[in-house]
Nanobody
Framework: QVQLVESGGGLVQAGGSLRLSCAAS????????MGWFRQAPGKEREFVVGIPWSGGLIDYADSVKGRFTISRDNAKNTVYLEMNSLKPEDTAVYYC??????????????????WGQGTQVTVSS
């Protein structure tokens, strides 16, 4: 079956950096757009960034532009999220998600086919 496993979360001070990874199995990774979403306590899950399955524009939420960078390694079936200049408001559980042949509407949480279990990111002030 399809599995998405996030790792790399943790506790970091404001201004610090973290790198999240999401390892996928059970699917043809290169056929999927990959997205990162996050959910803070008491809030809805929100879009962070999405990378299309084949080229195309990467879509970033305004709140993370210039600070976060997504990349993917199709040979390793892994997508990464490099997070720099972290702020306390970035504190959340971060989820990766996969969307078959996705290239548009990457911010649409309902359009993704598979989800990981999440990894906690906590940024202290």
């Amino acid at each position: 079956q399809v599995q998405l496993v996030e790792s790399g979360g943790g506790l970091v001070q404001a201004g610090g950096s973290l790198r999240l990874s999401c390892a996928a199995s059970g699917l043809i990774f290169s056929n999927y757009a990959m997205g990162w979403f996050r959910q803070a306590p008491g809030k809805e899950r929100e879009f962070v960034v999405g990378i299309p399955w084949s080229g195309g524009l990467i879509d970033y939420a305004d709140s993370v532009k210039g600070r976060f960078t997504i990349s993917r390694d199709n040979a390793k079936n892994t997508v990464y999220l490099e997070m720099n200049s972290l702020k306390p408001e970035d504190t959340a559980v971060y989820y990766c998600a996969a969307k078959l042949l996705g290239s548009r509407r990457l911010a649409d949480v309902k359009s993704y086919n598979y989800w990981g279990q999440g990894t906690q990111v906590t940024v202290s002030s």
